[in-house]
Each structure stands twice: as structure tokens, then as C-alpha cells.
């Protein structure tokens, strides 16, 4: 793709905006879609490409698939497909999410290894050894995971060596169709994660405790279709209130779940912000100067969320002092400081730990998104710049930030989108 965006950065962002639907809630759902054998109207799904491709591997497993706006409905009960194709595996590293729920639809399912990322290796060891406690027969040849389950899928009690969402995703939509009781201990808590039990609930399914880290699912019980609307992507709220702190600026952000940004808020506060939370909705007024934020950990939530490292990284490089990174979740998270520090920050990465020293402000300059979350700090130094940012690589961000220019550009940022 050869689009890009033009930012004319020093604007300070002001107003109201609507958070879209969460996109790591909507890949699951949809999936989970596959098991209700009925019809879902799922509401709130964001458009993306991300979003786009979860429909179309519906659509190829024989699901009837309809799209109006942020709307999808998916009727699975002619669904006959347990085979995800290498070119719609390709598209969307999040595809691993179908793996749980053909198993537990068919009983089988074969589909090519998710890869590596831009965030280094994404192991599926997890997913894998969980299932395998399952019942679920796995063979790995040439690249491709055959899963069975000839003797059915058994209900058992699986402790997770880390709190991995993907993990917890499968194993929840696998344990939906297997005989008998199953426990994941050390589960993820993600919000997402209590989504998709929600949605797998209001199908007739009866998953207790998501959202803390023993989640218990009894199996085997009938489902049917729902009606579900998913939840606000507080990544993406994340990111606004971030760009709203780089630019001295004042934002609203609406329809959200404020719980949901329990771990950004303090981080905002302490930086000089004065957050106040409403029902549905969080503001944000900046001050002149941001103040530093003394250390940041990223951890599995509600822990500071890996995803939100690099945007607030970007809105700390101009803040007055030394700020302290810890990347605990993922091994290669700090792509996007070469291009913040082309841009005049001062950062120093070690391993872990990235050294921000804040600077009085940032230039504008011709810079790459490296991967989703990096691209949108990228877009966060360019609004806090001067001068005129020019992002490539853009697909990146529009694979999470619905109508990104759109959204920037009602709060008074001046961005264009360049074919
Ligand atoms: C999800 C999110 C992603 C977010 C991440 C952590 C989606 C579609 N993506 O990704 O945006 O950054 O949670 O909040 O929801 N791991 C293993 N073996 C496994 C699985 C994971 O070693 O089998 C490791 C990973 O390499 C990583 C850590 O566990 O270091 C956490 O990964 P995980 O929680 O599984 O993230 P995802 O579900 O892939």
C-alpha cells in the first residue's frame, strides 16, 4: 500500500469522540459465532481488516455472513468447513483464535501455523498443550496443525504456565463442547476474555469466574444464537488520551468502561493530567508540560497493558524528567523507538527497560509504522511535533484505529491520509 498519513503536528486535541468496538473482543466473538449452530447478530465490531478477514474465514468455513456497517450477523448452522487456508491463516496472525472453536464445533480442524510477528515469536506451545490435555488429538507436519479428537473432548482442570489471553480464548470456546467440568487456573483476566464468556453465555453456554483467574466452564450444554453488541477497545481509548496528554490537550472519550482503564488512569494523573471519569465516559485535561511518569510495568491485567506501552511511550518523550519503561509481556515491543528517536526523543533501550528522557519537543520527519501499536505512537509524536510527520507502512495502524484520520481530525489534529 503506498497511502500514508500527513500529520502537522503542535495542535493541541479538543473535544468529544466515541470509542469503537474493542478488536481483540470481536475476533473471538466471531468465532465463537461458529458454535451456536444458529444465527448471531453481533453489534459494535469495528471495521478493520483484522475484522474483515475473522468474517471471511466464517464465510469459507460455510457460515452465512452478513455486514451492515458495525453490525455482523452470522448464521452457522450450514457451517461444514474445519480447515482454515493458508492464504486466510496468513492475513490475520489472530486467526489461532479459530483453532478452539471448529475443534469444538467438528471435533477436528487443520490450519497452518499463526508465524512469528512484528512483536518477535508468537508461540502457541499453550494453545497446543492445553487442548492435548483435552483429548484433543494434535499432529504438527509441515507447518500445518491437524487436531482430532477421536475418544471426544473431556472436561479437566489446566493450569497455565503464564496468563496468556489467546490461550484462555481457546481453551474456554474448546471446553464449551467437551464432556464434563473443565478449570483454567492462572487464566488471562483481560476484559476480552469476559466478553467472550458473556457472548458464549447468552448462547446457553455456562462459563463462571471470567474475569479473575480461575474461570470454570461446564461442558456439553446446547447453544443457540444471541444477540451481543462487544465492548469499547480501551486500547484505543488508550491511545486518544495519550495523543490528547502529547498535545497540552483536552478530550472526552465516550462510551467506554472507565474500569476498563483503571491501569492508564493513575499513569495519565501522575503525569500532570487531571482525569475526571464519568459513567460511560473519561476526560482528560493536559497541562502545559507533562510531568514524568517515574516507572511503568507492563503486565497481564489489569497490570499496564503491553498495548498501550508504545502510544503513552510516545506522550512521555515530551514530558519534563525521566520516565522508565519495563516490557514484560513481549520480547521485541520497542520497534517504534528508532522512529521516535528520529524524531528527537531521547530513549535508550536495554533489553526490558527503555530510558526515556523527555525533551521540550519533538520535529517532524518521515518515519515507518513498524507494527499496529507502534505505528499509533508514531502518529502520537507526530501530533505532539513540530513540523509535518509523514507515517508509511500505515496498514499497520488501520489493522486496529477505525477511521484514524477521521477520529484525530474531529478532535482538531490536522492529519491527511495520502493515497
Ligand atoms: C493478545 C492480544 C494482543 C496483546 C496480548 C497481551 C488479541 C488478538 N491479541 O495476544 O494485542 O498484546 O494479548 O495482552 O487478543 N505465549 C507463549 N506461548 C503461548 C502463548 C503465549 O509463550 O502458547 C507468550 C507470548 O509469546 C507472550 C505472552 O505469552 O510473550 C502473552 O501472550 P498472549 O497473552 O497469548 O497474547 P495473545 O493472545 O497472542
Request: aromatic share 4%; glycine share 10%; charged share 20%.
Amino acid at each position: 500500500m503506498m497511502s500514508y498519513f500527513e500529520i502537522r503536528g503542535g495542535k493541541r486535541l479538543n473535544g468529544r469522540i466515541k470509542i469503537q468496538g474493542a478488536k481483540n473482543s470481536a475476533l473471538p466473538v466471531l468465532s465463537a459465532a461458529l458454535l451456536s449452530n444458529e444465527q448471531c447478530v453481533i453489534h459494535n465490531c469495528p471495521e478493520l481488516t483484522d475484522v474483515a478477514a475473522a468474517a471471511d474465514i466464517l464465510s469459507h468455513l460455510g457460515c452465512g455472513i452478513n455486514i451492515e456497517g458495525n453490525t455482523i450477523t452470522v448464521d452457522s448452522s450450514k457451517a461444514d468447513g474445519y480447515e482454515i487456508s493458508d492464504e486466510l491463516m496468513t492475513k490475520m496472525r489472530s486467526s489461532i483464535v479459530f483453532l478452539g472453536a471448529i475443534i469444538a464445533r467438528f471435533g477436528r480442524a487443520v490450519m497452518s501455523f499463526p508465524g512469528g510477528c512484528e512483536l518477535g515469536p508468537r508461540p502457541i506451545d499453550i494453545h497446543l498443550s492445553s487442548l492435548r490435555q483435552m483429548g484433543v488429538v494434535i499432529d504438527e507436519e509441515h507447518g500445518k496443525i491437524i487436531c482430532s479428537a477421536p475418544n471426544g473432548i473431556s472436561g479437566v482442570d489446566i493450569h497455565l504456565p503464564i496468563p496468556s489471553v489467546g490461550a484462555t480464548e481457546n481453551i474456554m470456546l474448546t471446553a464449551v463442547a467437551a464432556n464434563g467440568i473443565t478449570t483454567i487456573r492462572n487464566a488471562a483476566r483481560e476484559p476480552e476474555i469476559t466478553d467472550l464468556a458473556d457472548f458464549l453465555n447468552m448462547c446457553g453456554a455456562r462459563i463462571i469466574g471470567a474475569g479473575d483467574s480461575i474461570v470454570t466452564v461446564l461442558g456439553g450444554r446446547p447453544l443457540h444464537g444471541c444477540e451481543f453488541s462487544v465492548i469499547p477497545d480501551r486500547i484505543v481509548a488508550a491511545t486518544y488520551l495519550a495523543a490528547c496528554a502529547a498535545t497540552g490537550g483536552r478530550i472526552t472519550i465516550d462510551d467506554v468502561i472507565p474500569s476498563h482503564l483503571w491501569p492508564i488512569i493513575p499513569v495519565l494523573a501522575e503525569a500532570g493530567c487531571d482525569v475526571t471519569v464519568g459513567s460511560g465516559e473519561v476526560t482528560v485535561l493536559a497541562p502545559e508540560r507533562l510531568r514524568r511518569v517515574k516507572q511503568i510495568t507492563t503486565m497481564a491485567y489489569p497490570g499496564f497493558p503491553t498495548d498501550a506501552q508504545p502510544p503513552v511511550m510516545a506522550m512521555l518523550t515530551v514530558a519534563e524528567g525521566t520516565s522508565v519503561f519495563i516490557e514484560n509481556v513481549f520480547q521485541n515491543r520497542y520497534r517504534h523507538t528508532a522512529g521516535l528517536s528520529r524524531m528527537g526523543a531521547k530513549l535508550k533501550v536495554e533489553g526490558r527497560v527503555c530510558i526515556v528522557e523527555g525533551v521540550p519537543s519533538l520535529y517532524g520527519s518521515a518515519v515507518d509504522a513498524t507494527d499496529l501499536r507502534g505505528g499509533a505512537a508514531i502518529a502520537v509524536a507526530g501530533l505532539a511535533a513540530k513540523g509535518i510527520t509523514r507515517i508509511s507502512r500505515i496498514e499497520h495502524i488501520l489493522r486496529g484505529y477505525e477511521k484514524f484520520d477521521e477520529v484525530l481530525s474531529a478532535l482538531g489534529a490536522d492529519i491527511k491520509l495520502i493515497n
